[in-house]
């Protein structure tokens, strides 16, 4: 297994202001991945953060708004752009040592955009 | 069709119970499942991972239909600490993401 460590744990945001979460794994890992999850829902996938290159985004997510940095094989982050009280929700980090194994993941962010 | 289904529940069982979820997946192609566990407000953990050949961890057993292509997880003997809302995932292929299912939540009661 992978220990992650992700922060913030939660904040409280104003509009218009951006974020940016991130996450540490304690060793290498092959993948990460960028999740949202919304209150009594499962988990939607934002993007897989690449090292070294552009993050690949799922449909309905885009740079400009998540836009994320994979800068080694340990760290990453995602960023909330220009906020808005739809993006409340819970972020997730996720990494999986090679392709198609577990995943594992941070604690999650809060967020709450007011 | 989603690409991975599970009846929400909740399912409410009293504490010693066998329960069972199911869990179907639409990609035929699939390689890889899991179940995770996610506790109110917390992040998923894996539960175990889904063998061809099932497999058992204790009270835990899972197994694998791939000709009718669904996943089940039987909980035997149920604890209050079993209480959680769990998951189905499959990747799809062996690509490079997990697809999670909505979840579906289980309420032990004494």
Redesign the interface.
């Known amino acids: 297994?992978a220990v992650i460590s992700q922060k913030p744990s939660r904040d409280i945001c104003q509009r218009g202001t951006s974020l940016t979460i991130q996450c540490q794994v304690d060793s290498q890992v092959t993948?990460m991945?960028w999740y949202r999850q919304q209150p009594g829902?499962?988990?939607t996938?934002i993007a897989?953060a690449n090292q070294g290159s552009e993050a690949?985004y799922e449909s309905g997510f885009v740079i400009d708004k998540f836009p994320i940095s994979r800068p080694n094989l340990t760290f990453s982050t995602l960023t909330v752009s220009n906020m808005s009280p739809e993006d409340s929700s819970i972020y997730?980090c996720s990494a999986?040592r090679d392709?198609?194994?577990?995943?594992?993941?941070?604690?999650?962010t809060?967020l709450t955009v007011v | 069709r989603k690409e991975v289904e599970q009846d929400p529940g909740p399912f409410n069982v009293p504490e010693g119970a066998t329960v069972a979820f199911n869990c179907t997946y639409s990609n035929s192609a699939s390689q890889s499942f899991f179940w995770y566990r996610q506790d109110c407000r917390k992040e998923p953990k894996l539960l175990m991972s889904v063998y061809s050949s099932g497999n058992e961890d204790g009270r835990f057993t899972a197994q694998l239909n791939r000709a009718s292509q669904y996943i089940s997880l039987l909980i035997r003997d149920s604890k209050l600490s079993d209480s959680a809302t769990y998951l189905c995932v499959v990747n799809p292929y062996n690509t490079d993401k997990l697809i999670f299912g909505t979840g579906t939540r289980l309420q032990v009661f004494p």
């Open positions: 297994s993948m991945f829902q499962s988990l996938l897989t690949t997730l999986e392709r198609g194994t577990e995943a594992f993941f941070g604690q999650g809060r």
